[in-house]
């Protein structure tokens, strides 16, 4: 029997936190996860991907936006739509999030313990709550940190919580600003950028790179370029802020090139710093790099073997998805239960409207690695469902092997794009080859038929340069 009171602590009750504390807990060990009080469930639940996604899909059924193509530009489900409208479905889903969270550590035993966690030593603990003298020491055989990231704030602006924010702060909102710019066009910038233009404000993205999301396929983002524009949102790429000056009423945005832009309110959304301040990580023989985040190997460990990090304060990929998998493979490996590494395919959802999502290789990484491959595709407006949800736009690509026949890369863009990924996915994952695709019969009328479609368009491309060179 250990000295320790628990076999494992984990700090931070996001989505690493919580699967690496079920984990544990399935496998009969003695677990506590620490967390502040008004965070339970982490960035994921609180300020990050469950709000937003939430506030996105809000704003989709009140703007009516998904249904103009059918009903007319004029349509919308709500004439004046307020913040209030926006929160109160907020609120709700996270309310409820909250206590699932709660509910699946408590139905598994795990002691959750609130305040703010910090090393005493590599083995040990100390929890301060949030009254006065609210303090405890825990210790245990290993411990996981999923401590999560905080937006990163640029030294040089004031942030004043009301009208410059950082992504954080923009669901504390008063209004809904007529005039927004946002500066940074990273996932979660242009995500937010495409939900308040849909809401009608004015946008200006501002981002210092000469492209953004170049990790995806090129051919997409000008379709969300396109589409962004159309609702009226200026892009200045290759430009840096200068400085955003703030009045009662209103904020000037100077930009380095000499630009001025007046919105209503500025949103940063430059990146996020790892939450290892409170840690004293000193104390446990820890050390994190400039960004506040902790190098680990590949099975979570830090520096310091029994120590694990996992989630947004190791780095990249930083999705809720992924920080779920290596919480739980952490604490497979701490406790020597046998498990298969991260999945090889991790697809990519980005939330903007409308919606990307892709698995597997872009074109540009083929072609730089002297891949060959053809292009298969299929457009929504030549779906039976894609007239019935009204969406022209959406596209699934699919990038096949010429040799093989495999699929190589998928890409989607539009309605459903983040759930319709997952088939391209599982026929890469088993191996799968475009033929699978053709062979397969679909429902009708969906968008999963997108599918066959693109399946046959690049089989017929195939069967045009097969011929030609038999
Ligand atoms: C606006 C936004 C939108 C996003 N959208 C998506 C999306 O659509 N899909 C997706 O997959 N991902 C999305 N993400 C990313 C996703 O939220 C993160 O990848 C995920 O939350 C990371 O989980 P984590 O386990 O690292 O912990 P986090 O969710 O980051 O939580 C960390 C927790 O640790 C706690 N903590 C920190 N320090 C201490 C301490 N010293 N003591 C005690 N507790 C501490 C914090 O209070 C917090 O509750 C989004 C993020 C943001 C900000």
Redesign the pocket.
Known sequence: MSEHEYDLIV???????QKAAIAAAKLGKRVAV???HD?VG???V????IP??TLREAVLYLTGMNQRELYGASYRVKQDITIADLLARTQHVVGREVQVVRAQLMRNHVDLIS????FADAHTVVVEGRHLGDRRTLSADYVVI????RPARPGHVDFDAARVLD??EILRLEQIPSSLVVVGAGV?GI?YASMFAALGSRVTVVEQRDQMLDFCDPEIVESLKFQLRDLGVTFRFGEKVADVAVSDDATITTLVSGKRIPADGVMYSAGRQG?TG??ALEAAGLTADERGRLVVDDYYRTEVPHIYA????IGFP????T?MDQ?RLAAYHAFGEPANGLGALQPI?I?TIPEISYVGSTEAQLTSSSVPYEVGIARYRELARGQITGDSYGMLKLLVSTTDRKLLGVHVFGTGATDLVHIGQAVMGCGGTVDYLVDAVFNYPTLSEAYKVAALDATNKIRALDRFSS
């Open positions: 700090i931070g009750s996001g989505p690493g936190g620490v967390d502040k965070m982490g960035v994921c609180n300020t990050g991907t937003s996604k305040g703010t966690g910090s999923a401590t999560g990231t992504s954080d979660i995500e939450m409170d840690l996992v989630g947004d304060v930083a999705l809720a998805a920080s919480g959802g939330y």
